[in-house]
């Protein structure tokens, strides 16, 4: 495996507003990107096996024609390989990168894993419970910090998430849950503590790990509702205003909405701008007749967004605070984290175990929690950099096979540049039915035709449904002329055939141009159809 140094500067992808209803976990390439494992002479073209007709009829389509196909089939129980195409050359991974960093991370952390996030008081505590110096919150990468928790402990995994509720307008949906339910917890156990009132600041800690930026997301080690402030528009009459409210509702920022109602068979077109200053202006237009329809935008300063919902959440738990709840995060102000360390805190909120981040980050593809993988390895390991997690994530990799000429791998989620072959990733595949945390990853992976990002990859009925569990992976690349570039489509994972065999897969198709965004839903379905034929047929 290579990866890449100098990570902080990756190329920032835009995530589209014009992939209405594309699978969760979709990135749209920046215009005029070219990564690695682009198409090779026509001539190196390599199948193996007897191609079965549903899927060479697939693989035929015209559609296709300028693209070029990946594809590998082993029989795990008695380790044949049934079928091949292109087996040793590069493709794009898309998410199915999502593979490689969470078997990494549950091999390193374990699946019981959980992250405690304290709160520390810095200072004296007067008989009058006054906090004569600052409360500190210090961010240990819990992807979720109580958010999404449900009543039993698990985390509530919807199918379409409001992580990609921009990609999919009017698909994605809101969890009932709290998303400030973790800060209200930590703020009763501050209130419980004897402090009544914080006399000096609120700051909070994100320097777990260096700073990384991709995708335009910040990769930090706090995050509260996945650092989206959710905006839920509501249409109202044709021709009439729409309506929208915030969740958290917060003083963080103003929302002005400009919003018209459009006629029922119009679009979804929303969009935020942010002037600076703490005011944001929701417009655009949405159909007359809609249901509620989730927005969101995309918090640029995490810690200072952390900062401004705790705050509130000591002030709802009766803890008054004299420093101004909208003021920016002051990091200079933190002491050295060896203080904080030999400090013991005032509050601590436990995540729930990594199975169920696991759970989360592969059923919706979630990016900003499979980037923190590689950086949770290294502050485990007492390192500070995306590329010492890379590193790290290397040597589970290299247990499972994967050399340098079977993957490049940039980061957690599958941006442009991480490639893989078939054959390495169906190498990985049954690797990883040996290891200790199979079952694990194996129940995190979205369930053919049912759940996640594979709930409606097959038509209704198909007698393949319920028989795969696999990873999606998808990156979309607008081209100057108009139209777009498949980038990648991919799919990868196990399938337990009708004739009772248990199959690992991968199969990839890159580089292929269509005229509109249909082709990505086209080229969704016959992956699916592809997997339904393997079912089927081994």
Not at 484 to 503: C, M, N, P, Q, W
Request: aromatic share 4%; net charge negative.
């Amino acid at each position: 495996m290579r990866h890449a140094g100098g990570v902080e500067h990756t190329r920032r992808i835009t995530r589209p507003a014009v992939l209405a209803a594309v699978l969760a976990g979709t990135a749209l390439v920046a215009a005029g990107c070219t990564a690695p494992g682009s198409a090779p002479d026509e001539s190196t073209t390599h199948t193996t096996g007897a191609m079965p007709a549903a899927i060479q009829s697939i693989l035929d389509d015209p559609r296709y024609a300028e693209g070029r196909w990946g594809l590998s089939v082993v029989d795990l129980d008695s380790g044949q390989t049934l079928l091949e195409q292109n087996p040793h050359d590069e493709f794009q991974t898309g998410s199915t990168a999502k593979i490689l960093s969470v078997t990494a991370a549950l091999a390193d952390l374990g699946p019981d894993h959980r992250i405690d996030t304290p709160v520390y008081a810095l200072g004296e505590v007067s008989g009058g419970g006054v906090l004569d110096g600052d409360l500190v919150l210090q961010g240990a990468g819990d992807l979720t910090l109580g958010g999404r928790t449900k009543a039993d402990g698990t985390i509530d995994i919807p199918i379409f998430d409001h992580y990609d509720a921009n990609a999919l307008p009017g698909v994605a949906t809101l969890t009932p849950e709290d998303p400030v339910a973790g800060l209200d917890e930590l703020a009763r156990q501050v209130a419980a503590s004897g402090i009544s009132r914080v006399g000096g600041d609120v700051l909070v800690d994100d320097r777990l790990w260096d700073p990384v930026v991709l995708d335009e997301v910040p990769i930090t080690p706090i995050v509260v509702n996945d650092n989206l402030l959710d905006l839920l528009v509501t249409p109202g009459a044709e021709g009439s205003p729409a309506t929208a409210t915030s969740r958290p509702q917060t003083s963080a920022y103003r929302v002005t909405v400009d919003v018209t109602t459009g006629a029922p068979d119009s679009q979804i077109d929303l969009d935020v701008t942010d002037d600076g200053q703490g005011s944001l202006t929701l417009s655009g237009s949405v159909p007359a007749g809609a249901a509620p329809i989730v927005h969101t935008y995309q918090v640029p300063d995490p810690a200072t967004w952390a900062r401004t919902l705790f705050i509130e959440a000591l002030q709802r738990a009766g803890v008054e605070v004299d420093a101004s709840a909208t003021a920016a995060n002051d990091a200079y102000a933190l002491p050295p984290t060896s203080a904080l360390g030999a400090t013991a805190p005032v509050a601590v909120l436990a995540s729930p175990p990594f199975s169920e981040t696991a759970k989360l980050i592969n059923k919706v593809s979630h990016n900003l929690g499979a980037n923190q993988l590689p950086l949770l390895l290294a502050a485990q390991a007492g390192q500070r950099t995306l590329d010492n997690g890379l590193a790290l994530q290397w040597v589970q990799m290299q247990k499972g096979g994967l050399t340098s000429a079977d993957a490049t791998v940039l980061d957690g989620q599958g941006l442009p540049g991480n490639v893989i072959t078939p054959a390495g990733m169906t190498g990985y595949l049954d690797h990883l039915t040996t290891t200790e945390t199979f079952d694990t990853f194996f129940d995190s992976t979205p369930i053919l035709g049912v759940d996640g990002s594979l709930a409606s990859v097959l038509p209704k009925g198909d007698p393949a449904t319920g028989h795969g569990h696999a990873k999606t992976g998808t990156l979309v690349e607008p081209r100057p002329g108009g139209g777009y570039t498949l980038v990648t489509k991919a799919l990868a994972g196990y399938i337990d055939a009708e004739s009772g065999h248990r199959l690992a897969f991968a199969v990839f198709v890159n580089d292929v141009p269509m005229d509109s965004v249909q082709g990505v839903f086209q080229a969704n379905s016959d992956l699916g159809a592809i997997a339904s034929a393997l079912y089927s047929t081994y």
